[in-house]
């Protein structure tokens, strides 16, 4: 019993001069709230909507829809992955009945300031220092086309699809193509799209 009490006193003024290295930006960095500022997210509506030849589809901003990410990291020496999820999506598809080829997806908005994970302190990193999502909370996906769409979409379909365009985060514009399963019934289009 002594001998397992006098490591831990040992232990306890290591921790106490290592944390005291720690400078004034990274004391005031530990100390901050980091809690996201903005809540939801809202897409701009998909216009001029041809109600006799397309379905109009809205993302669900629930627990229904959401965005993940997925990274390596390496903790203590152990590799793992790392996820963060947000319910806060928000865009529109309308579905061309007549002639699915024709198929729009309006802008799709995703607020990457909700990203939640297992950790408070990789939230508040990502947040702070890797996507700048305190001041840029909103990612948006400008979608220039779409492939794989089937020929007919009657009673229902399901296909491998690729979406194209533009994803803007935190002001930094880059080409993006989200690929993966979509299926259509009469009351849900549902898909899984990973980039």
Known sequence: ??????????????????AAIATKDQWDWLLE?????????AAPALEDVDESSEVLYRIASDDRSSVTYSVEEVVAGSSRTAEGTTPAVAGDI?????????????T???NIEQFSSDSA???????TDFLNSSEYPMAEFEVSGIEGIPASVDGGASAEIAITGDLTVAGET???TFRGPATLDEDALEAELTA
């Open 33 to 41: 709230d980091g809690t996201p500022t903005t809540v939801g997210a």
């Open 94 to 106: 309308a579905v061309n009945t007549e002639d699915p080829s024709s198929s729009r997806v309006g």
């Open 121 to 127: 302190l990789r939230d508040k990193r990502i947040r």
């Open 108 to 110: 799709i908005v995703v």
């Open 174 to 176: 880059v080409p993006a």
């Open 1 to 18: 019993m002594k001998r397992y009490l006098r490591y831990a006193l040992f232990a306890v003024p290591v921790i106490l001069v290592v």
